[in-house]
């Protein structure tokens, strides 16, 4: 009987699940080895947190200093070096102002304290009515049911739970050309709403899973602006964009401006051990006080050591200048895919790359071909991307926008014509 397909319950699929699963023997590098015998580049940096591939030997051996001395310990009541060591780090790299942090499992769950700290925020402070948030629409921020209420109502992922989820409010989507009219939108929602909203929640730069839309940094000075005139807090989502991946360690460094509440995760441990946190400003904690949240594995030792390695790992290599080889060589080498009938638009910024085509891919078709091609990526609905771990060189990157190139619905001699040097 094959476990894997009958009783194993794989994320946004079935039971049995109909599309293959692919199954890893090791990794390193940015290599994923597969039990048939493949070995094929990870270019998702398994869903974005891999960004110093694996295996690396600086964490691994974090890591297994820190089991020989503690690998769990309860949070309440207690405390630990890894956790202060790592507090220390996020308050000197994320934005100014942020020097309060919660710990938190993964990144749904830290959307999930941060809008707890919101709510709790206006509740103490006598505005028992601020109860609602508001977000653009295209948003993504978690699985969870705080955090489904601000992912997109109509086109995301979590619209068959609309009927149970809290009623938040939805603005117009940020895009390239439209910054004006999204945030007269914004303001307009404001200007009618703010004494309901407690806060505005939204991914810097990039959303994500929402659909890879990249857009113009003004949009976010333009709303921190808004949130200060209508008294309305500002969570940042950097669960994907933190840590570099956008070419500046925090997406909204790109528009240099402090929110009130930042979410990271994912690449905060290097990709080894679910972590997140939500960090904060005194003004918040002093006011909410004691915050009525907490996880068995908040803060856990090992996840700590983990995110100490990886974030001194990043600081102390040359990632910005790697960061922008990687955007110059996806710009290269998939702008012309532009030209193609079945392809919509073509994104690029920092190590994120995105193809988007005027129709839905077969996903099982496309995820047999990319392994053919030596690569691992996940595409779905329209979007083929891929999110590279910061290590992959040139000519392994060259493989991956070679075999985005070979899955997308182009004419074979086109393809062909178009393969990199490199790969």
């Known amino acids: 009987m094959n476990i894997d397909k009958h009783n194993i319950w794989h994320p946004y699929a079935k039971i049995p699940n109909k599309v293959p699963t692919y199954h890893v023997d090791s990794a390193d590098g940015v290599y994923l080895n597969l039990k048939n015998g ?21 964490i691994n051996t974090a890591m297994k200093k820190q089991i020989d001395v503690v690998s769990h310990v309860m949070f309440g009541g207690l405390t630990h070096q890894p956790a202060i060591e790592l507090c220390e780090k996020l308050i000197k790299i994320t934005p100014q102002g942020l020097d309060k942090v919660f710990f938190a499992d993964s990144g749904s769950v830290s959307v999930e304290v941060s809008l707890k700290m919101a709510l709790q925020y206006w509740q103490n402070n006598g505005q028992k009515n601020k109860t609602h948030f508001v977000t653009p629409r295209g948003g993504y921020h978690g699985d969870t049911f705080g955090a489904m209420s601000v992912c997109d109502p109509n086109k995301g992922m979590h619209h068959l739970f609309n009927s149970v989820l809290a009623k938040n409010y939805f603005v117009t989507q940020p895009k390239t050309g439209n910054t004006v009219q999204a945030l007269a939108d914004f303001e307009k929602r404001l200007e009618t709403s703010h004494s309901k909203i407690a806060a505005m929640i939204l991914e810097p730069i990039v959303q994500g899973a929402g659909g890879m839309n990249i857009y113009d940094p003004k949009y976010h000075k333009g709303v921190r602006s808004l949130c200060d005139k209508f008294d309305v807090l500002l969570i940042v989502d950097e669960i994907a964009t933190g840590f570099g991946r956008t070419g500046e360690l925090f997406g909204c460094n790109h528009a240099n401006i402090s929110p009130d509440i930042l979410c990271i995760g994912k690449a905060l441990t290097g990709g080894y051990m679910t972590m997140a946190a939500a960090i904060t400003n005194s003004k918040i904690s002093d006011t909410v006080g004691v915050l009525m949240h907490g996880p068995t594995f908040m803060a856990n030792p090992l996840s700590c050591s983990a995110a100490n390695a990886s974030i001194e790992l990043l600081l102390k290599s040359n990632w910005q200048k790697r960061i922008g080889d990687i955007q110059s060589q996806l710009i290269n080498e998939l702008e012309p895919l532009k030209d193609e009938k079945s392809v919509y638009d073509v994104r690029v910024i920092g190590a994120i790359g995105v193809i988007e085509l005027k129709e839905p891919l077969d996903m099982q078709i496309s995820q047999e071909q990319l392994i053919k091609c030596g690569v691992w990526l996940r595409p779905y609905g329209k979007l083929l991307y891929t999110m590279p771990p ?30 990199p040097s490199s790969a």
């Open 38 to 58: 493949n070995r094929v580049i990870d270019g998702m940096s398994s869903w974005w947190s891999m960004i110093h591939g694996y295996n690396n030997s600086f």
């Open 390 to 419: 910061f290590i992959i060189n040139d000519k392994e990157l060259a493989k991956i926008t070679y075999c985005l190139l070979y899955t997308s619905p182009s004419p074979r001699d086109k393809r062909q014509s178009r393969m």
